[in-house]
């Protein structure tokens, strides 16, 4: 797994609407990237 | 912020608009390639392990929370580690 002070691999991917998202997209800003199991199961 | 998940865009979408999510969910499957490059894919199991990182505006990780069970320290923690990058900024 990744740690503090490396840098955040970059990636496009799909939103759930259909658009795209670019990590690079959001230079300047602070991002969250909250990985988490599938959706609806609460863990 | 961003949130991603390896399930199907059809049910992320519905998981996004089941919590009115104020960002976008992002779908990682079936390809899982943005949660191993993180290395948080659990390859026994074919799902993402909970961790949440915060990213500063350089591309740098400042803080990752790595807690499978306390939900709610995860947006705790990404809220105050969020503070602290903005309020350091001296350009804003």
Known sequence: MLHVGERAPDFTLRTADGGEVRLSDYRGRPVVLAFYPLAFTGG | MLGISVDTFASAGAFARSLDLGFPLLGDWPQFAVSKAYGVFNEERKVNRRVTFVVDGEGVIRHVVDDP????????????????????????
Do not use: I, M, N
Request: hydrophobic share 35%; net charge neutral; aromatic share 0%.
């Open chain 2, 69 to 92: 069970r306390d939900v709610e320290r995860h947006a705790r923690e990404a809220l105050e580690a969020v503070r602290r990058l903005t309020a350091g900024d001296s350009s804003t």
